[in-house]
């Protein structure tokens, strides 16, 4: 079973604008993770926001943690064509080192 | 490092065939996960090791997927025999455990006729 599920399924946006994906979960978790998937591609980590953790922030990429809503979100500044991909969320449920994943937000940025 | 490395990248087969999907982990790295991917079920883990020791294999579908890490710079996912549900990519990932980031590999995708 999932335990994270992203939202939206898919997101449209122009380059320039923001892109905002949420990930909601079920159980208590050590960390949260956001890995990106280009077309045809492996997985590639992100940022991993721990459960003490609130906001983290890496480059153009802006995550916040609410453990009390069980919710996370991603935020991609000043989107780029080359941001188009698929966005997952995966959580650390203290399950011996296994990660869950949710089913993805597919982003296409037009240029 | 060249990364968590797979093959074969595709792979055609019939329908009852065996097929076998090979994986090397980043070196050091003392856990490996191999994970099926479908629009229909998303990402699943199917098995994942520990000094190549399984410890958990509870996503496998049925007894017709197996597993090894004979040691720790190789990995096998053996369908026998296959069927056209089978088909999905498979990846595999890698990382020094404590949950953090896994390490994925490109993927096979595997094509079941």
Redesign the interface.
């Known amino acids: 079973s999932?335990q994270g599920e992203e939202d939206p399924q898919a997101l449209s946006i122009q380059e320039g604008e923001n892109a905002t994906m949420n990930c909601s979960y079920k159980t208590s978790i050590?960390?949260l993770?956001w890995?990106r998937q280009n077309s045809g591609?492996?997985?590639?980590?992100l940022i991993?926001i721990r459960s003490n953790e609130r906001e983290k922030h890496s480059g153009r990429l802006r995550v916040t943690l609410d453990t009390s809503k069980k919710s996370s979100s991603l935020l991609i500044t000043a989107s780029r064509a080359a941001d188009t991909a698929s966005y997952?969320c995966a959580t650390?449920a203290n399950a011996?080192?296994?990660?869950?994943?949710?089913?993805?937000t597919r982003l296409m940025v037009k240029p | 490092d060249a990364g968590?490395i797979q093959s074969p990248r595709h792979e055609v087969t019939e329908m009852g065939q065996e097929v076998t999907l090979r994986c090397k982990p980043i070196s050091g790295h003392d856990?490996l996960f191999w994970y099926r991917q479908t629009m229909m079920r998303?990402?699943e883990?199917l098995i994942?090791f520990?000094n190549n020791v399984p410890?958990?294999d509870s996503g496998m579908p049925e007894d017709r997927f197996s597993a090894k890490m004979p040691n720790a710079s190789f990995s096998t996912l053996k369908i026998q025999p296959s069927e056209p549900r089978d088909s999905a990519v498979y990846?595999c990932?890698s990382?020094l455990?404590?949950?953090?980031?896994?390490?994925?590999?490109?993927?096979t995708r595997l094509t079941v006729l």
């Open positions: 999932q050590n960390n993770q890995y591609r492996g997985l590639v980590h991993l997952f650390d011996g080192n296994m990660l869950t994943f949710g089913g993805g | 968590v856990y998303g990402l883990l994942y520990n410890i958990d990846f990932a990382n455990g404590g949950g953090k980031e896994q390490f994925f590999g490109p993927g």
